[in-house]
């Protein structure tokens, strides 16, 4: 019987060459990260194919199909391991760049290879971010809206992605379709291309083997069976890892979206650098953190093959190279370490602080539910203003940030912006009724949405939150505003 394929196919033939892969150096788990990758994106491919069985991309129904898939245990199960699974795709891959990068495969005549590896990592970022809306909770709509804004601000390109992205004005089902689409049809055409062309590159060259100059008398491995023993080891323990993660901590669904309701999203992990630099940047310059960085870094990646100039791949001589990787490799670590810890103090912060309910205008003391649950009411703080900092930092601050520096993209700064210090009418009826669309603060483009505090704040609250942002804010000196004024 395959003989009888061979001779109609040739499948046979093709296997044994495959197989038959000369190693320079020998077989050696140095290797392994590649086919690790290939597995770990076998196992997404077969999860998303399952998940697509029973979820509905629609405003409507994508957060109640996700809801329904963590009802089933085993839906859930398969959910997991995807949730997994990417994360385990995504720091392969970075491992697997890290180690080319360590070793200097991407020297000549391997820097195709090496190119058609970054772009991996590009869809397979894009790929994690398109797949964090699908379950439309609240993280997924809050974060993937600061994303889509940070989009909008690239020069020239930039809103027409976004529009294209987004799919109108606001967030709501063509985002959810077209997100999906991306998700489950284009981002992985690409990445199939692109492993497809990585894996025919790296079989032209051959692999790059030991950090030596002088091959001669070097021993030679086989691909089959050392090497395939070594990659199945390994590709066995991640898929251990991924199950043991998925059983002791499967993926949380938060409320549905609802974009009238305040809520600290978290980024995830693999974005966590990005979040950590814009918070070391003062507001003026979120561009070029979110857009200009990550771009001038991409290019150099690329051209790295060409950047490095050295002849040999020792490390002896490519000491400037290796230092740069140590380098950024810090600083990736460290921004992302920093942006953890600051995110957990915000939402230690947000779930801590009282959250007021509504009270008659002609209240004069305001009541807070307390996070616990609990209620207390007090007199009014003798100043507007140390009363205003308070229901600023438990309803405003999650958003606009404790200093007013605004969220990049989604929700502008308070602090320094003319609007928050001009009309007092205009200022008290956003406060008030809210506002949805797209703004420009300062040459900067938010499109975050505004609740209407009306019901939820008193009178007096209003008042006081609005002075305190128009007076305590950055330089912002402006005129009180009073209970009178709020309730014209």
């Known amino acids: 019987m395959l003989n ?23 077989a050696s788990y140095w290797y392994v990260f590649g086919s690790a990758t290939l597995f770990a994106m076998t196992v997404q491919i077969v999860t998303g194919i399952a998940l697509t069985f029973w979820y509905a991309p629609s405003a409507a129904t994508a957060w109640e199909s996700t809801k329904a898939i963590y009802a089933n245990p085993w839906e859930h199960w398969v959910l997991a391991l995807h949730y997994w699974g990417a994360s385990a795709m995504i720091a392969l891959v970075f491992l697997h760049l890290l180690q080319a990068a360590v070793s200097g495969a991407y020297k000549a005549p391997r820097e195709l290879q090496w190119i058609v590896g970054v772009l991996l990592l590009v869809v397979t970022l894009v790929l994690g971010l398109t797949g964090y809306l699908l379950p ?64 025919a590159i790296f079989r032209h060259n051959g692999a790059a083997g030991p950090l030596i100059d002088d091959r001669r008398g070097m021993r030679i491995g086989r691909f089959w069976p050392d090497q395939v023993f070594m990659d199945m080891v390994v590709s066995f323990l991640v898929f251990i890892i991924i199950m043991i993660l998925a059983w002791l901590a499967p993926p949380f669904l938060d409320a549905k979206a609802d974009p009238t309701v305040m809520f600290q999203p978290y980024p995830a992990w693999y974005f966590l650098a990005l979040f950590g630099l814009l918070n070391l940047v003062p507001p003026w310059a979120d561009v070029l953190a979110t857009i200009v960085i990550p771009t001038v870094f991409l290019i150099m990646l690329l051209a790295l093959p060409w950047l490095d100039r050295s002849r040999s791949r020792l490390a002896s001589d490519r000491r400037l190279v290796l230092t740069g990787v140590a380098v950024v490799t810090l600083v990736i670590v460290g921004l992302s370490v920093q942006s953890q810890f600051s995110i957990m103090s915000r939402q230690a912060a947000a ?58 993209g989604a929700f502008p700064p308070l602090a ?53 942002i128009r007076t305590s804010l950055g330089s912002n000196k402006a005129s009180p505003v009073s209970a009178t004024q709020v309730a014209k």
């Open 4 to 26: 009888w394929i061979e001779r109609r196919t040739g499948f046979l033939s093709m296997a044994k060459n495959f197989l038959t892969e000369d190693i320079p150096g020998g």
């Open 136 to 199: 439309w909770d609240m993280n997924a709509y809050f974060a993937s809206q600061v994303s889509l804004n940070i989009t909008g601000t690239a020069p020239i390109a930039g809103p027409f992605i976004q529009s294209i992205a987004q799919g109108g004005p606001v967030m709501g089902t063509e985002t959810i379709n077209r997100f999906f689409g991306l998700h489950v049809w284009l981002m992985p055409a690409l990445l199939l291309l692109l492993v497809g062309a990585h894996l």
């Open 351 to 408: 779930a801590a602080a009282a959250v007021p309910v509504a009270v008659p205008a002609t209240t004069t003391a305001p009541v807070l539910a307390t996070s616990s649950g609990a209620v207390a009411a007090g007199a009014m703080p003798a100043s507007s203003a140390a009363h205003g900092a308070s229901v600023f930092a438990a309803n405003c601050s999650a958003c606009h940030g404790a200093q007013g520096q605004g969220t990049p």
């Open 416 to 468: 320094n912006n003319p609007f928050v210090t001009g009309n007092p009418s205009a200022v008290i009826n956003v406060v008030k009724n809210g506002r949805t669309g797209p703004i420009t603060v300062s040459g900067q483009s938010y499109n975050g949405t505004m609740p209407a505090w009306k019901s939820q704040l008193s009178t007096q609250d209003i008042a006081d939150v609005i002075t305190y």
